[in-house]
């Protein structure tokens, strides 16, 4: 389940950079006159394959039978991938550890995610305007 997420994960990241990258060369004109709206476009993109990875884990849930209702494992599985932890759902025994593991691999996809962001944030607002001379 890992090794799923972190396929999606990286196969957004590809897509979503190049995607930016074709932009700085053929619409930087856009980057330039609307930062902000490209920002909150690459953050509510980066959401996509998160929202995906946290559906993964609580099929796993669901269709093991770790949970019983659909709607227990979405939530489980958010509360768990975000780390957040609530506690008012919890696995029988068996599943404990793999609940960690589905943390841990949240606590990593949100680290990925937050550096992606700041990626772009850096490429959009902190850009040279004119190259430096050579000393």
């Known amino acids: ?15 979503g950079l190049n995607a930016f990258r074709h ?14 709206f490209v920002t909150v476009a690459w953050v509510t993109y980066l959401i996509l394959p998160i929202a995906l990875d946290v559906v993964l884990w609580a099929a796993l849930y669901y269709f093991s039978q770790a949970l019983t209702s659909l709607e227990d494992a979405l939530y489980f599985s958010t509360v768990t991938f975000t780390t957040v932890g609530y506690g008012d759902i919890v696995l029988g025994k068996e599943w404990r550890q793999v609940a960690t593991f589905e943390a ?19 490429r959009l607002y902190f850009r040279e305007t004119e190259p430096r001379e050579r000393a």
């Open 1 to 15: 389940m890992i090794a799923a997420t972190v396929a999606i994960q990286a196969f957004f990241m590809s897509a």
């Open 23 to 36: 932009m700085e060369k053929n619409r930087r004109d856009v980057l330039e006159r609307y930062p902000t």
């Open 104 to 122: 841990i691999n949240g606590w990593i996809i949100f680290g990925w995610a937050t550096a992606l962001m700041m990626a772009v944030i850096q």
